[in-house]
DNA sequence: TATGAATGAGAATTCATTCAT
DNA sequence: AATGAATGAATTCTCATTCAT
C-alpha cells in the first residue's frame, strides 16, 4: 500500500468523478431525471452507490455539478477570436456556433429542457437560461443595429426564438427533421 | 327500484371525474408528472385516494386521459371558418390561433414537454407530437405556395420553428418575455 | 310499485342470495377465497355490491353460509336407506357415497381444504373437519368389526385415509388421475 | 481498498437471507400465503421491509425461493443408499422416508397445498406436485412388480393415495391424529 | 330491496441516503 | 477512497365496507 503523491489521488478522484457525471448525464437525457436512480448511475459508472455520495452530496447536487459543468461551454457562442468579420459573418459565426451546441449537447438539453418546467424544484436552471436568453438578445440586437435593422431588438428576439424553435424541435423529434435544410434556411438570410 | 336514475349516476360520476382531471392537469403542469403523487392529487381534488381509481385505473391512464382531453383542441387550428379569405389572412388567422393556444394551455404544454423528451416511457407522446408537426408543414406549405414563396416547404419549417420557439420561451420564461411585441412581429411577416 | 306478498318478497330474497351464494363458491373454488373479492362476486352474480351485504354481513360470514350450507349435504353419507344389506354392501355404499361427494362438491372441497390450513383464521373449519374425521371413523369401525377385521379401528383409519389421499389428488391433479380405476380397486377390496 | 472481503459479504447476505426465508416460511405456513404480509415478515426477521427487496425481487419470488430450496429435499425419498435390500426392505424405507418428510415439513406443506389449489397463479407449484405423483407411482410400481402384485400400478397408485391421506389429515388435523398407529399399520402390510 | 359512489386502512414496492468496515 | 448492506419514508394501488338515495 504505497502511499500516494497529492497528483495521484487527484487523478483517482477526477476519473471517478467523471464516471459518475457522465453516467448520470447519459441517463438523466434518455430516461430522465426522476426516472433514474442513484443506483443505476452507479451501476452504469462501475462504481458503489457509496462512493457517489463521496463526491456529490445528493442526487440534486449531481444534477447542480453537471448543470455548472456544461453551461459554460454555452458562454463562448459570442467569444469571436478573429478580427475583421463583417458583421453579418460575425452573426453566421454565431448562428453556427449555436447550431454546434444543439448537436453536440443534445442530450444535456434534453436532460435540462424538462427541468426546466419544473417550478419550485430547480428554480436556479431557470434563473440561468433566463439571464443567457437576455444576454443573447443584447448581443444579438447590437449586431443586427450595424446590419440597418429596423427594430433591431424585435429581430434579434425573433432570430433566437427560431434558433430555439429548431433547437426544440430537434430534440424532441430528431432525426426525422430535415434540420440540415433548415439550418441553411437560416444562414441564408443573413448572408451578403 | 334503483335509488338514483342513470342521469343522477352520470351527474355525479361526471362531477367527481372532472374534479380529479383538473386537479391532476393542475399539479402535473406546475411541478410535473413525476413529482406529482396520487395522494397530493385525490387531495386537491377533495377525494379519497380509492375514488381516484374508481375514474382511472393507473396515474398513467389518469394523463393519457388528460393528454386525450386537451390535443383535441388543437385540433382546431387549421380549421378556418370563414370563407373568402385571401392566403394572407388565413395564414394570420392561424398563427394567432396557435398563439391563442400556447397562452391558454400554458400549463397543459409545460406538462406535455417534459414527458415528450423521456424516451420509453411514454412513447405515445412523441407519436402525437410528430404527427402533428408533419401535419402542421404541409398545411402551411400549401398557403406559402399561393403566396409564391420560393421555398415553401423550408419556409413553413422556418415559421414554425418560429412558433415553437416562442412557445419554449414563452413555456420557461414566461411573464418576462415581450410576448405580445414577438407575435405583432411574426404577424407584420404576412401582412398584404 | 304493487305492494308484493310476504312469500313473494321472500322468493325474491331467495334468489339473489342463491345467486351470490353460486357465485361466491364457483370463485372461492377456483381462484381461492383470499383472491376473491367482494366486487366480483357482486358482478358474477350480477348484483350490486350494497346488496351482497345486504345478505351477508361480511365476507366472512358469506363464506361462513356457504359452509354451513354444503356441509350438510355430508352428512348422509352414512345414512342408508335399504334394510337387508349385508357389511360389506353397507361399506360399498359408503365408499360410493364419498366418491359421489367428491365428485360433486370438487369446487367446495378445493375452496375448503385451503382454508383449513390456515390458523387462526377459520378454526371453525378445522373443529368440523374433525368432528366429521372422527364421526366417520367409529362408523366405519363399526362395520370392519362386523366383518371381522383384526383392528377394525386401525383398518378404518386406514381407509379413511385412502379415501381422502383419492380425494386430495383429485382435487389438485384432476382429470389426469385415474379416479375410475382407483375407485374401483378400493371397492374391490370389500366385495364378497 | 475494499473495506470487506468478499467471503465477509458473503456471510452478511447469506445470514440475512437466511433470515427471511426463515421468517417467511414459518408465516406461510401458519396463515397462508396471503395472509403474510411483506410488512409481517421484515418484523419477523428483524429487517427492514426494504431489505427483503434486497435479497427477494417480490413476495412471489421469496415463495418461489422457498419452495425450491425445499422440494430438494424431497427428491431423496427414492435413493436408497444401501445394497442388498429385498423389494420389502426397500419398500418400507420409502414410507418411512415419506412419514419423515411429513413430519419434519408440516409447514411447508401447510403452505404448499393450499397455492396448489389456486388456478391460475401458482401454476408452477401444480406443475411440481404433478411430476413428483407421476415419478413416485413410477417407481412404486417397479418394486411392487418385483413383490408379484397382480396390478402393480393400481397398487401403487392405492399405497400413494393412502400416504396423501395421512400427510392431508395430518396437516389438517395434527396431533389428535393417531400418526404412528397409523404409520405402524401401513408398514405392517409389506412386512414380508 | 337495490344501487354504486365514496372511504380509508393497509398492501407491495421503490429509492435516496447512511454507515460500519 | 471504496463498498454494499441496511434503513424508512414515500409511492402506487387494492379492497372490504359504508351510506345516501
Redesign the pocket.
Known sequence: MSPRTHTQ?EE??GK?REKILNAAISLFSSIGYF??????IAQKAG?????????F????HLLLAIVDKTMNLLDDVFKIEKKDLTPNEELIIIIEKMFGIIENHRGFLRMLIPLSMQINEFEFINNMIYKKYDEYVKKTEILLKELDYQNPEDEARLLLATLDGVMYQYLVIGVNLPYDKIKESIINKYKK
Chains 1, 2, 3, 4 share one sequence.
Do not use: A, P
Open positions: 489521488w483517482i478522484r471517478s426516472s433514474t436512480s442513484v443506483s443505476k462504481v458503489s452507490k457509496g462512493l457517489l455520495y463521496n463526491y452530496e445528493s442526487k440534486d
